[in-house]
């Protein structure tokens, strides 16, 4: 079976004050073509499908129409999960209408959930969708107080998925869920699923299925095994498909669409393309997209970089941009896009460094009414306290704190 | 001050009774207040803001006068109820604003006034109760409520609760009214002391400078001085002065000395011729005593003469004085024989009359020894007439007896008579019956069978009649001890056995009645015999002995009588002879000293006579007529002895004086009277003279010590000015540096907070550059302008300029005020001795940021640690409610609002 394992689209996202669907369209219009040509039997989108629960109108526009492309063109079944940034309700809007037409959108937590049953020549696979549900909601509609944290959820949820497995005979088995499994890396644009960090949940839960296609860490990566074949290194954004046999994991990230924070700036975005075969032996590949704008990092001297930009292969791209100037620099901001159109962000350490220096020069708490009155002598008159000035204000000092203490004795 | 429990009632949108529970909120660092337009959530706000302070929390919005639920019930008062935590402590305060309520009585609404209650309260309390009170009435809660928190309401709406429109209040505020929040905010009165003591203290100084001028000033005017430098010269001519001083008062010296010598020469010659006369006066006196000393003279010898016939004469007087007693002695002895006589005889008379008693003595001790014998009969009288005393009593006793047994005797008979009589009335009866019977059987001419005769002339027949019948009963009463039965016709034969039974016991018991009366007469006649014996008895015995004896009781005290009297007079013969004895041995022992007495008497008359005539002789020898002429001669040997010395004094004296005339004569030879007067004037005046130099001159030494003392202090004041200046110019510079007399044009205070600003300022920066993407940072303007140093300007990275805060967006403005808030809570936090900030409210102001910026702004808040603090946002931006998962919300419907608490 043939399946594109895909995540994390987070459509109508703004990104350091860019609406970036235009970028998105750009490369879902590569992943509409992709499907057509590679003929998956099922696409598979776990969750976080747009970046917000009321999404803006064009991020809604291109989701219908890539669902409309992905209907029209393929006959795969599209899979597609809720994840933390969608409105359970909203992104599920006419579910059981759209199951007549291969499109099954799980969006509401379901403690039993009836799989996805999709076959291929050597029989059944069972799809297990398990959208994303926060324990209070879990909570709630189990009626089970004992679910308190993400991993209670999932347990709860696989057991019943292995229960109904075991019913059918054990067939071929896949699950998709968004979550933060324990031993993945995040960067900074996941938003955090809990309060106070209890969210990841053991990798342990999801063993024993074929295939486990995650959503909501934006690296693509695996779960344990093969540390090569989470290699999603630095480069250029090439097309050369990597073939990986065998990874000794079957859970998987397949990543964001595209890089939504400058921490993925050395992430290498991909579809996954995965083979599961008779005997449940899964085979991957990653079939990287062209975005429109690549998100990068720059740092140098303002002059530097602003004449770097004549040489550089694509300036348009959404950059941030650490000066490393000491001292102040007029206008930055505007220099810099004159050279680079799509500077969003500007980094200066030195002025960090300095705001953070003062910070730690300055402990107040610790600094005794004494110390504070030589800062003040020291800083009116440039010199510093003489001895007689001294033991005056000493004097004074105490005074005063004798009869602050008198008085409240 | 963080909120625990929050009670609205007919407030705002609240009809009813909302209570909101803050403590399941606090462990999320945040927590959402929606719902639509207009359903209350700000009210909540207001609903706090008017529980601590009586106002509200837009400034818009009029004190306590809308307060009031429009939708409340009449009989609902309006009333707001915040229990809140400051620290440790918790308090509960309630407030009720004016408001129109139902009357209790009658129809209509009366005004109420403004009431208002602070309790502490232990958080372990149940909810209905309120703890301890601390205050009640409006003005007094109020007072007490800004103590404890620290802040106006204007203050605590622009750091705890920033109200809707309103967030940039602490952003846009000058530097005074910044000043004053921080002030509160954080402790800043030492430094306030210290300028405020500074000032104090440089005024002191200079007032101290001044005093040491004056004292300067005082020192030399005491002296008449202007200047130090006058008191130098004035010392130096003092010295001369002092030197000229001495050399006059030498001169002066010598001319005293010499006029004192002159006046004691003179002195000299005049006490010599005092001396002359003194001399000559003293020998006149003593020359007039000597004709008295003469005479004494005399007398001396006379008494010389006397004394030696002083030794006869005391010795005529021992002889006079015994012989004297010598008589009396005598007299005495006389006396006693005398009495002793007496006495003799008496005693002997007394013999006499005990003597006399013997017989009677005799007779007793006879008597008694019979008594003695007889005692015994005696004893058996009283026996015997004891017992005949009871045989009487028994006779007696059987006497009444044997009457009684008599009249039972009788009786008795008389019983057994009737029952004789019975039976044969019985008998007759039977007989009677028999004889009816047979007579019915009787038929004339046949034969009777009794005694059978043919003719019946008189038959028996029935005679029963009422008379027997009676006679019947009664005799039946009669002997009832007989028991005879009611008779019938004929009379049964157990009827007559009866009877004769009756009759047998009858006549028994008679038998035993006579029987017994004897018996009884047989002891009577015994005792009676027996007393006769006895009473003969008694006769016989008694014949013996006399009537008072006769008993034994009286006898025996007749012999303790006699034995008595016997002893006494015993006794009394005795005692008269021993008495008789003794006046015989003093009578011969009385006259026996009469005789000496006489005797010695005899003696010592004789030794008298032959003293006087010796002492006679003696008289006329020494030339004395008599006694009484030698008496009054004598003297006794001190007087003589005394006189002696006078006499012999006087010559001695009067040696004396003529001596001293002599000589006094000589010493004077020739002198003449001085004039002391004169030469006395002129010493004086010299010594006058001397005395004012050396005066003068102490004057002027004492004037010159003064003055070296005068310069001395000088010079110590001096000294102290020169570091009471440097002091003085010390506390001026630092107080003018203090009260912002610098190039910064800042007072202490201001620096402080502004350091301060400075350091909350970094805090907030921290925080603005991660909402506004590392764009905006905080600062202070730093401005030398009096009265400023606390302006905020934004720095803005893009270009690399600050700006003033005003000139942020809207949105950007927002961040900015959060930034701040936050920052000023965590500094406040991380400061002892500063207000406790637990809690901030944001009432709305989300909406004014885009997507991306609301999301930078959420991170920031839900990254917060909650650290115990409760952050509050109002807002009706609907991401929010997905992504903050403890939420308040407020329902609006027709009656009103109510509240829904949900805690993800």
């Known amino acids: 079976m043939r399946i594109l394992h895909t995540a994390d689209w987070h459509l109508g996202r703004i990104f350091h004050g860019r609406h970036l669907t235009q970028d998105q369209a750009h490369v879902l219009e590569q992943f509409c073509t992709l499907a057509r040509d590679v003929r998956p039997d099922a696409i598979i989108i776990a969750g976080d499908v747009f970046d917000r629960a009321v999404p803006p109108p064009e991020a809604v526009e291109l989701f219908g129409e890539t669902l409309a492309r992905l209907v029209q063109e393929t006959t795969a079944h599209l899979v597609i999960i809720g994840g933390n940034h969608d409105s359970a309700v909203r992104l599920g809007f006419a579910a059981p209408l759209l199951q007549a037409a291969r499109v099954h959108l799980r969006t509401r937590f379901v403690a039993d959930p009836a799989p996805v049953i999709i076959d291929d020549a050597h029989g059944p696979v069972h799809l297990f969708p398990l959208p994303y549900a926060d324990p209070a909601q879990a909570r709630s509609t189990c009626g089970d107080d004992s679910l308190r944290e993400h991993a209670d959820v999932f347990t709860l949820l696989l057991n019943n998925v292995r229960c109904r497995l075991a019913r059918s005979g054990n067939p071929r088995s896949i699950i998709t869920a968004h979550a933060t499994v324990l031993g993945g890396e995040s960067s900074e644009s996941e938003r955090p699923l809990s309060i106070g960090g209890a969210e990841a949940v053991p990798p342990a839960l999801f063993h024993g299925f074929g295939y486990v296609a995650l959503g909501h860490l934006h690296r693509p990566q695996w779960i344990g095994g093969n540390a090569r074949a989470n290699a999603g290194g630095a480069g250029d954004a090439g097309k050369a498909a990597e073939d990986t046999t065998l990874p000794s994991s079957r859970i998987r990230y397949a990543g964001s669409l595209l890089k939504y924070s400058f921490s993925e700036a050395d992430h290498r975005k991909s579809i996954s393309l995965l083979e599961l075969d008779a005997a449940s032996n899964v085979r991957l590949e990653e079939i990287t997209l062209t975005p429109l704008h690549d998100v990068r990092r720059i740092s140098g001297r303002l002059e530097e970089l602003l004449a770097r930009a004549k040489t550089d292969p694509a300036p348009d791209d959404y950059l941030l941009a650490e000066i490393t100037d000491e001292g102040p620099v007029l206008d930055a901001l505007e220099r810099l896009r004159d050279a680079w159109p799509n500077v969003l962000r500007l980094e200066r350490p030195w002025l960090t460094r300095m705001v953070q220096q003062r910070a730690a020069s300055v402990d107040h708490a610790r600094i005794t009414p004494l110390q504070m009155l030589e800062a003040f002598h020291r800083d009116m008159t440039g010199e510093p306290l003489s001895d007689s000035r001294r033991a005056l204000l000493q004097d004074i000092l105490d005074d005063i704190l004798r009869s602050q203490r008198e008085a409240s004795a | ?904």
């Open chain 2, 1 to 904: 001050m963080r909120p625990l429990q929050l009670t609205m009632q007919a407030f705002g949108p609240y009809a009813g009774r909302q209570q909101l529970d803050f403590t399941p909120l606090a462990q999320h660092p945040l927590f959402l207040v929606h719902g639509p337009t207009g359903a209350g959530k700000s009210s909540i706000l207001d609903a706090l803001c008017h529980a601590l302070f009586g106002e509200v929390s837009g400034s818009s919005r009029e004190r306590g006068a809308q307060v009031r639920s429009l939708w409340a019930r009449p009989d609902t008062l309006t009333e707001v109820t915040l229990d809140f935590a400051l620290g440790d402590a918790c308090y509960r305060i309630r407030r009720r604003p004016a408001q129109q309520r139902a009357k209790k009585r009658g129809e209509g609404t009366t005004q109420e006034g403004p009431k208002a209650w602070l309790w502490q309260r232990d958080p372990s309390l149940p909810m209905e109760e309120d703890g301890t009170l601390l205050e009640s009435g409006e003005r007094r809660v109020d007072e007490r409520i800004e103590a404890l928190l620290g802040l106006t309401a204007a203050q605590f709406r622009q750091v705890i609760v920033l109200p809707q429109g309103e967030f940039r209040r602490l952003l846009d505020a000058n530097s005074a009214e910044r000043q004053k929040i921080l002030q509160k905010l954080f402790d800043t009165r030492l430094h306030a002391l210290v300028e405020q003591a500074l000032k104090e203290r440089a005024a002191a100084a200079r007032g101290q400078l001044q005093e040491l001028r004056t004292r300067r000033k005082a020192l030399l005017d005491a002296h008449g001085l202007e200047t130090p430098a006058a008191l130098q010269t004035a010392l130096q001519e003092i010295d001369r002065d002092i030197e000229l001083s001495s050399s006059a008062i030498e001169e002066l010296e010598k001319k005293e000395h010499l006029a004192r010598q002159q006046l004691e020469q003179a002195r000299e010659v005049a006490r010599k011729l005092h001396a002359l006369a003194d001399a000559e006066r003293r020998l006149q006196a003593l020359k007039q005593q000597a004709p008295r000393h003469e005479e004494m003279q005399q007398r001396l010898k006379r008494a010389e003469q006397a004394a030696a016939a002083q030794p006869a004469h005391s010795a005529l007087c021992e002889r006079r004085k015994a012989e004297e007693q010598a008589r009396k002695a005598l007299h005495a002895a006389e006396q006693a024989a005398r009495k002793s006589r007496k006495r003799h005889q008496e005693a002997e008379q007394h013999l006499q009359q005990m003597r006399a008693n013997a017989p009677r003595i005799e007779q007793l001790q006879q008597d008694i020894t019979r008594l003695e014998s007889l005692l015994p009969q005696i004893a058996t009288l009283d026996r015997q007439r004891h017992e005949m005393q009871q045989l009487r009593q028994e006779c007696h006793l059987l006497e009444q007896r044997l009457k009684q047994d008599e009249q039972a005797l009788q009786s008795a008979r008389a019983s057994t008579q009737a029952a004789r009589e019975h039976l044969q009335r019985l008998q007759a009866a039977l007989q009677q019956a028999h004889a009816l019977a047979l007579s019915l059987t009787l038929q004339d001419g046949a034969p009777c069978p009794v005694c059978g005769a043919t003719e019946h002339p008189a038959p028996a027949h029935q005679r029963h009649d009422q008379h027997d019948q009676q006679a019947i009963g009664a005799t039946a009463r009669q002997s009832e001890t007989t028991q005879a039965p009611a008779l019938d016709a004929a009379p049964s034969p157990q009827a007559l056995q009866a009877a004769q039974q009756a009759l047998q016991q009858a006549e028994k018991r008679e038998e035993e009645a006579r029987q017994q009366q004897e018996r009884q007469r047989r002891t009577l006649e015994q005792k009676q015999a027996r007393l006769q014996a006895l009473t003969q008895t008694l006769q016989e015995l008694e014949a013996h002995i006399i009537p008072q004896w006769r008993e034994e009781k009286k006898a025996a005290s007749a012999l303790e009588a006699m034995r008595k009297q016997h002893a006494t007079l015993q006794q009394a013969l005795q005692q008269a002879e021993e008495s008789f004895l003794q006046a015989q041995q003093n009578l011969q022992l009385a006259q026996a000293r009469l005789e000496d007495t006489k005797s010695a008497h005899e003696k010592a008359l004789q030794q008298r006579e032959k003293q006087e005539i010796r002492f006679a002789e003696q008289l006329l020898a020494t030339g004395f007529d008599d006694e009484t002429q030698w008496l009054a001669a004598q003297l006794p040997a001190e007087e003589r002895q005394r006189m002696h010395e006078s006499i012999s004094t006087w010559h001695q004296q009067l040696a004396m004086a003529q001596a001293l005339a002599q000589q006094a004569a000589q010493a004077a030879a020739g002198l003449q009277q001085p004039d002391t007067e004169a030469l006395q004037g002129a010493w004086q005046e010299a010594e006058a003279a001397l005395r004012q130099a050396r005066e003068h001159h102490g004057r002027l030494l004492e004037r010159r010590q003064a003055l070296q003392h005068a310069a001395g202090q000088l010079q110590k004041l001096a000294d102290e000015e020169h570091a009471l200046r440097e002091r003085a110019d010390d506390l001026q510079a630092l107080g003018a540096l203090a009260s912002g007399d610098n190039p910064a044009r800042i007072t202490l205070e201001r620096y402080v907070l502004a350091t301060l600003l400075e350091e909350v300022l970094l805090a907030a920066s921290e925080r603005l550059r991660v909402m506004s993407d590392g764009r905006y940072l905080l600062q202070r303007r730093d401005e030398a302008r009096r009265g400023g140093g606390l302006e905020l300007d934004v720095f803005d990275a893009w270009t690399g300029e600050t700006r003033a805060v005003q000139t942020l967006s809207g949105g950007e403005s927002f961040l900015a005020a959060l930034s701040l808030a936050l920052g000023l809570a965590d500094v406040v936090q991380a400061r002892s001795g500063g207000m406790r900030m637990d809690a901030l409210f944001i009432d709305e102001g989300f909406g004014a940021l885009d997507a991306d910026a609301l999301e930078r702004a959420l991170d920031a808040l839900l990254r917060l640690q909650s650290q115990g603090r409760l952050i509050g946002i109002i807002s009706h931006v609907p991401e929010l409610r997905e992504r903050i998962p403890a939420r308040i919300e407020v329902i609006a419907t027709r009656h009103g609002s109510h509240i829904r608490l949900h805690t993800g």
